[in-house]
């Protein structure tokens, strides 16, 4: 897991309830290990775009599709990643952190 997630962790305080599946903490921690595995820093890279597809998000919650019932997706910049959320009433709930070749089934069952 390292040094990246635990600067994630710290960087994901909001204004707004904003509430990181534990699954989803999974999906950043599988991609942070598999990115450094292939170049130390690659992981923190990974970790960064996240973390800043998150602000935008968090800016304006509505900017992306809904994909699947009320579960919208964000693309991840330079990662074949993309974020899943849902966001109801004040509150934004990221179900994952999914790799775009994933199959719909992976992730439609946490929606």
């Known amino acids: 897991m390292g040094r990246g997630l635990r600067t994630y962790r710290r960087a994901q305080e909001v204004s707004c309830p904003f509430i990181i599946r534990p699954e989803a903490e999974a999906d ?12 130390s820093g690659l992981g923190e890279e990974f970790l960064n775009e996240v973390q800043t597809r998150l602000r935008k998000i968090e800016e304006n919650p509505l900017r992306h599709a809904v994909v ?36 719909p089934q992976f992730w439609q069952k946490r929606v």
Do not use: T
């Open 28 to 39: 950043l921690a599988e991609g942070f290990d598999w990115y450094e595995e292939r170049r």
């Open 68 to 103: 699947y019932r009320n579960a919208r997706q964000a693309l991840i910049r330079r990662f074949p990643y993309k974020v899943l959320y849902l966001f109801e009433g004040d509150r934004v709930e990221v179900l994952g952190v999914i790799h775009v070749k994933r199959q």
